[in-house]
Structures are given as structure tokens and as C-alpha cells.
């Protein structure tokens, strides 16, 4: 079960609460309506029964944790790695997500409804997803482990967008132009992936600008990367240079 999985439970809970007030108010309604909840989670257990008899035959029980010693540290979660490293940082590899997050303050003043709704699950998102101790997701490019969390995104990425628009034929061609580099940028580099330019799991700084806009890897590359130290790092003790 991925966190955001779960966490998008939040959105829902602050759909259209703007005050303590409403917050109060979702909370009666909820607690009026208990009973759905209840079938809900039902439903949710229902699912994963199948499951749950596999594991009793293969191991002798019926919950089984297949992640061994792997756990998320939540006394040391990795956001600014997961944002900005050049491991895997999320808006070095899919900038474009920086106008989303951007567009999140705007929502208070023109998407009340859902405003705090997106804030809290985007916070908590970032802080359990970047908790996990291998913070990066294993082999791939850039930040997998939100992708999930991209229609949530897609309302302050849609606002900001639409707010250029009022603001004027030039600020809105200016945000364009700026949103299709970095569409443009991020497909650029997903070849780069592609022919092995960037590391699945091994770029540092060096390496990343060392291989900036060449679509095959250069010169010393492959002397410039640094991969990341498992054992240390299941243990939560890894520092990323």
C-alpha cells in the first residue's frame, strides 16, 4: 500500500473546510456517518482477504511484513534530499512541480474549498514518502514515489495557469513558455535516463553537470557518480553528499 494511498483520506476529510467552523461541522457529519466509514473499511478488508490467506499458507500467518528490516524514520525525514538532491531530487528532475507547489498559496485566496485540503495532504505526503529509508525509491528516474500524488497538483498547477491568463496576454504567454521549457527540459532528460546520461540511482552534482544537455554520457561521467550506501542507509544513518 503506497502512503499516498492512504493520506488522500486527508484531502477528502478537508474538502471544503475553510475554518474551524467547518472543520467542526465535517467532523459531526462524519461522526453522524459513521456507519458508512465502517462499510468502507469493510470493503477495504475485504479486498485484501485473498492476501491475507496467501500469506497464513506460506508463512504461518496471516499479516506479513515482506519489507524485512526496511522502515520508514520518521525522526529524520529526508525532504530537502527528496526535493532538490541530484540523486533524486523531485524538482530537479520534474521542475515543473515547482509552479504546482507555487500555486498552493493562491488557492486561499481563489479555491477556498479546497485549499487546506491540498496543503495538509501535500505536506504529509513529503513527510511520509521522504520518512522511508531508502528515500529514493531504488532504480529510476527522478521521484516515483509522488507520482501518485499529481492529481492533487494538477489544481494549484491549473491555477496558476488560469491567474496568468487575467493577468495579461504577455504574463500568460511569459507562463507558458515557461511551463513547455520545463516539460520540454524533464522529456529531455528522460532520454538522457534512457541512454544512461543519468544515473539510475548514482548522480551526484558533478555527474549531473557534467552530462547538462548531452544526451549520452561525456568525458569523466562515469567517474563522477556515487551510489548510495544501502547498508547504511536501511539503517538510517546514510549521509548523502
Not at 538522457?192 to 557534467?210: R, V
Amino acid at each position: 500500500i503506497r502512503p499516498t494511498n492512504i493520506l488522500i483520506l486527508i484531502f477528502f476529510f478537508l474538502y471544503d473546510v475553510t475554518s474551524w467552523k467547518t472543520l467542526m461541522q465535517k467532523s459531526g457529519f462524519i461522526m453522524r456517518h459513521f456507519h458508512w466509514f465502517i462499510l468502507m473499511l469493510s470493503a477495504f478488508i475485504i479486498v485484501w482477504i485473498p492476501q491475507m490467506i496467501y500469506w497464513k499458507e506460506i508463512t504461518g500467518s496471516f499479516f506479513y511484513y515482506s519489507y524485512s528490516t526496511e522502515s520508514f524514520y520518521f525522526n529524520n525525514p529526508q525532504i530537502l534530499n527528496g526535493l532538490f538532491s541530484y540523486r533524486k531530487g523531485w524538482l530537479v528532475y520534474t521542475p515543473l512541480m515547482a509552479i504546482a507547489l507555487a500555486g498552493i498559496p493562491l488557492l486561499f485566496f481563489k479555491m477556498k474549498n479546497i485549499s487546506w485540503a491540498v496543503l495538509v495532504f501535500v505536506a504529509f505526503n513529503l513527510y511520509v514518502v521522504f520518512s522511508w529509508w531508502c528515500w529514493w525509491y531504488g532504480g529510476g528516474f527522478g521521484q516515483r514515489s509522488l507520482i501518485d500524488s499529481y492529481i492533487i497538483l494538477s489544481f494549484p498547477l491549473a491555477l496558476v495557469i488560469n491567474q496568468s491568463k487575467k493577468a495579461g496576454r504577455l504574463i500568460f504567454r511569459l507562463v507558458l513558455s515557461i511551463v513547455f521549457i520545463l516539460l520540454l527540459h524533464n522529456q529531455f532528460q528522460l532520454e538522457q535516463y534512457k541512454y544512461g546520461s543519468i544515473h539510475y540511482d548514482s548522480m551526484t552534482k558533478e555527474a549531473y553537470w557534467n552530462s547538462f544537455l548531452k544526451l549520452h554520457p561525456h568525458g569523466e561521467y562515469w567517474d563522477l557518480l556515487k551510489a548510495p550506501e544501502y547498508e547504511k542507509a536501511v539503517k538510517g544513518i546514510e549521509e548523502y553528499p
